[in-house]
């Protein structure tokens, strides 16, 4: 004899109210915390992204990453794989930009610029690698080589010139500055020197480079570079004191200043001795 089967399941009851309140509350506390993890992680790689290297031709930063649509042309257009994508979980890099480590693989300088013409947005410049409208790579800026003196063994006194033979503009990038090594008395210094006005940033130099680290590496040329202000005029230079066209003087006058400069030394040096 069949026996019918009981459905012991019991019956869902309605959310009162209450609970409905409850969970719409922890939703929103949820999606609230995912969206401070999301910012936080969108800020740290803004943050990191101003010490990446972008491939030649690249516009300021800022602009980029708001005009860079991570298609990746560039990428498949370099022909020495010196150009990556940023892939998930670098952290550091904003997701699905360009940009190269130039340890690893540099910017080998390719004089027809393959990764520049591809880009369909224009975060990449092409007008800012051309002369006369031809593409002319030996004026690229994407950074500028730094030499750590106290790691180059070339500032020992160890005969080293791997980063100037390794430099694709030889001699003008990088030059050689010899100077007597008075430890010795018998050598010579041959001290790497960084030209900002020819270095690209191709990153040559820092692959070459036979320290563990490199005691040469490549920065954005904003990170690398100081600024002494637009209030400093460069006296022998015509252009530059052209800025000083217009300008009115003001003189502060105070006690110290109505005294002649040898007068008051003398007098800080008497009383220093009484």
Known sequence: MSQKKTNISKKREPLSDRRKFILNMARGV??????GFVWSAYVD?????????RPPGAIKEDDFLKTCIKCGLCVEACPYDTL??????????????PYFVPRDVPCYMCTDIPCVPVC?????DESSVSTDGKLDINIADMGLAVIDKESCIAYW????????RACPILGKAITIEYDQNTRTGKHAFMKPIVHSDACTGCGLC??????EKPAIFILPR???MGKAGSHYIKGWDKSDEKR??????KINTTEISKQKASDKLNGDMLEGLY
């Open 30 to 35: 949820g999606i609230a915390a995912l969206s």
């Open 45 to 53: 790689e803004a943050t990191a992204s101003q010490l990446l290297l």
């Open 84 to 97: 990556m994508l940023a892939a998930p979980g670098d952290n550091d890099r904003p997701l699905g930009t």
């Open 120 to 124: 369909p947005t224009g975060a990449l």
């Open 157 to 164: 006194g160890i005969q080293c010139d791997a980063c100037y």
């Open 206 to 211: 820092e692959h070459a480079c036979v320290t």
């Open 222 to 224: 904003e990170i690398a």
């Open 244 to 249: 000083l066209e217009g300008a009115t003087t």
